[in-house]
């Protein structure tokens, strides 16, 4: 028997082997796989600052002091580590994988399926349908898994050791269970009686909306919605992109991995070379730059309403009501407050992310 040759592609030219189709089973679980195990790689890199950004963009009273400042992140690490030890760096960090397991896998498989669809040659390789392959991508996700989204906060939000009260049966229970105080709307002007109007919109509203259960599971869904259009768009366009000019023939010779290019054939997709590991981190961690950037603000106002049934009067509030508390808080400060941390996090996380899922793809065969 022939020995296999050095270089070849881990296997990806495999003599005879039928091209593998995008729409298969075959491909789908297992570019589902590799997004599965990339996010749950990426995650536990930055469980830790995670749970910080959380307990900051939230205002969690024992952690509002240590906002505002450079030296507040690392101290409100050590704060948690001095009263819970490593396990407190990591709260709420099983419910993470739970989530960001089927989260990425389905993310990173619709972007698959959709860009195949939306750009079907070389020449439909446009940043305009990049965007749009990633912004659906981002939000088919977010659709499927977003009340574990919800769990995830809450529990990283706890910040006392409160023992059974604090697992995650008993999180789930809680959020369930929540129902706002009754909204008052008084006239406007400063008088005390209930607007005539107002009130009947509002009890309107309020017998054709639940006021608890599973409804409790999708608070500051719509945010999260919109704000996926930009981030999951801009972070694939900028992984893309990022990829593109790794692979110019000028940088090539230093960027990429020798003979892992895979060229169209009979029995074969095109694969470009792969970068290397450095090359493949630095596109991802500038892909997460973009994509925090332009979604922070949207993101805040998520974390907000998520937790709105534990600080504040629990009264539920919409995106422009929210928008406008944060701004009458601190300004439009409000809007970026842990966007230093935001980065340390999501460009380590983003870039690890990429690596995981392009090395994964690559050994996977596909």
């Known amino acids: 028997m022939p020995a ?211 409804s409790n599971f999708f608070r500051g869904f719509t945010p999260t919605l919109i704000g996926m259009i930009p981030y999951a768009g801009a972070s694939f366009l900028a992984h893309d992109s990022m990829s593109d000019l790794m692979r110019i023939p000028l940088l090539a010779p230093y960027t990429t991995l020798p003979n892992t290019f895979r060229p169209e054939s009979p029995t074969t997709s095109h694969k470009p070379a792969q970068l290397r590991y450095w090359a493949e981190l630095t596109t991802g961690g500038i892909a997460g730059f973009v994509s925090q950037t332009v979604s922070y603000p949207l993101e805040v106002i998520r974390r907000r309403m998520q937790v709105g049934g534990v600080v504040g009067d629990g009264h539920r509030l919409g995106i422009v009501e929210v928008g406008r508390r944060i701004y009458w808080e601190r300004g439009y400060k409000g809007f970026f407050v842990g966007l230093t941390i935001g980065y340390v996090k999501v460009v380590p996380m983003v870039a690890v992310s990429f690596f995981a899922y392009e090395r994964g793809k690559y050994y996977l065969g596909i």
């Open 4 to 214: 296999k040759k050095e270089g070849s592609g881990g296997g990806d030219m495999r003599e005879g082997k039928k091209k593998m189709d995008k729409k298969s089973p075959e491909y789908l679980i297992k570019s589902g796989l590799a997004g599965g195990f990339a996010g749950c790689a990426a995650k536990t890199v930055v469980g830790p600052l995670d749970r910080v950004k959380i307990l900051f963009q939230t205002r969690n009273p024992q952690f509002a002091k240590y906002t505002g400042s450079w030296s507040g992140f690392p101290t409100a690490i050590y704060d948690i580590y001095l009263t819970t030890g490593v396990r407190g760096l990591f709260k709420g960090h099983s419910a993470t994988l739970l989530r960001i397991f089927p989260y990425a896998g389905i993310k990173f498989l619709a972007y698959e399926q959709i860009r195949a669809r939306v750009i079907k040659s070389h020449a439909q390789e446009t940043p305009g349908r990049r965007f749009v392959s990633g912004s659906a991508a981002g939000m088919m996700s977010v659709f499927l898994t977003y009340p574990l989204e919800v769990i995830r906060v809450r529990l990283a939000f706890e910040t006392k050791d409160q023992g059974r009260g604090s697992s995650l049966a008993s999180i789930i229970k809680k959020i369930y269970a929540e129902q706002p105080p009754p909204v008052s709307h008084n006239i406007p002007g400063g008088g005390a009686g209930p607007h005539p109007i107002t009130a009947t919109a509002t009890h309107a509203l309020e017998t054709l909306t639940p006021r608890s259960g599973l």
